[in-house]
């Protein structure tokens, strides 16, 4: 059973950026992909960005292309969301998520509890 516990979520400023980082239990964690989800108010959960588990692959959803960086440090067991440029759009609880395999195709199965991001105009 895999643990992921995130933080780094806050209130920032419009244009302003926050580094989430999720911390991940067991010693399976570099065998996988892993996601950043979130969920708006009244909206469903969404994608944002995922890396494949050597982190030479990654995904971004089309709204954060360009702001958004994720990476993973197999060393610490964690997995980042560097977020710059930040809009009132992205405040949402943001979820980490590991995959069902080594590529995010696969689907996800373990999350997180979540982390609250809100920007403000």
């Known amino acids: 059973q895999v643990q992921l516990v995130e933080s780094g979520g806050g209130l920032v400023q419009a244009g302003g950026s926050l580094r989430l980082s999720c911390a991940a239990s067991g010693r399976t964690f570099s065998s996988y992909a892993m996601g950043w989800f979130r969920q708006a108010p009244g909206k469903e959960r969404e994608l944002v960005a995922a890396i494949n588990w050597s982190g030479h692959t990654t995904y971004y959803a089309d709204s954060v292309k360009g702001r958004f960086t994720i990476s993973r440090d197999g060393a610490k067991n964690t997995v980042y969301l560097q977020m710059n440029s930040l809009k009132p759009e992205d405040t949402a609880v943001y979820y980490c998520?590991?995959?069902?395999?080594?590529?995010?195709?696969?689907?996800?199965?373990?999350w997180g509890q979540g982390t609250q991001v809100t920007v403000s105009s």
């Open positions: 998520a590991r995959g069902e395999g080594s590529s995010w195709d696969k689907g996800f199965g373990s």
